[in-house]
């Protein structure tokens, strides 16, 4: 009878082992997903905001262009201009360089792709970026891997007085 007493007392100290490592692991668990949670949200509320300066970016470069365009046709916009303001808009929101470079905050980086101004159905600029980003969580595990694409294009009307 007491061996059975003292099994079951051993049994007990496994158990209580088992019970404090699976609620550990469900644990980590738990933390890792919060951590992607967050990662994912951190991630997509910088992108929406890059992808909503680009559209403002562009919506006040023709505003300005159609003030300096009086009389002239759509067609007539100064691309270079346009690049030039954009590019000037970027590196003021996002505290970049020249070369659109940072470094060290949320945004690394800034590469402009393509930015044209198409004219075959109706007006409009048409701006493609590269942003590397640089995120919160998961910082120096994945720092390669966050390079996104942004398409934004803006259609042009003329400002009538």
């Not at 201009?81 to 980086?109: M, P, S, T, V, W």
């Not at 590397?132 to 390669?144: Q, T």
């Amino acid at each position: 009878m007491w061996r059975v007493k003292h099994g079951i007392t051993e049994s007990k100290g496994e158990t209580n082992l088992l019970l404090v490592v699976i609620t550990a692991g469900f644990m980590a668990v738990l933390i890792f997903l919060f951590a992607a949670a967050v990662l994912v949200n951190h991630i997509n509320s910088i992108m929406y905001t890059v992808k909503v300066d680009m559209f403002l970016i562009n919506r006040a470069a023709i505003i300005a262009l159609n003030k300096d365009a009086e009389g002239k046709d759509l067609n007539d916009i100064n691309h270079e201009e346009c690049l030039k303001f954009f590019k000037q808009a970027l590196q003021q929101n996002y505290g970049l360089d020249e070369n659109l470079e940072n470094g060290n905050k949320l945004i690394e980086r800034i590469d402009i792709l393509s930015y044209s101004y198409d004219t075959t159905n109706q007006p409009a600029i048409k701006t493609e970026i590269g942003v590397k980003v640089s995120p919160m969580v998961f910082r120096h595990a994945f720092k390669d891997i966050f390079y996104f694409k942004i398409k934004q294009s803006v259609k042009v009307e003329k400002v009538l007085k």
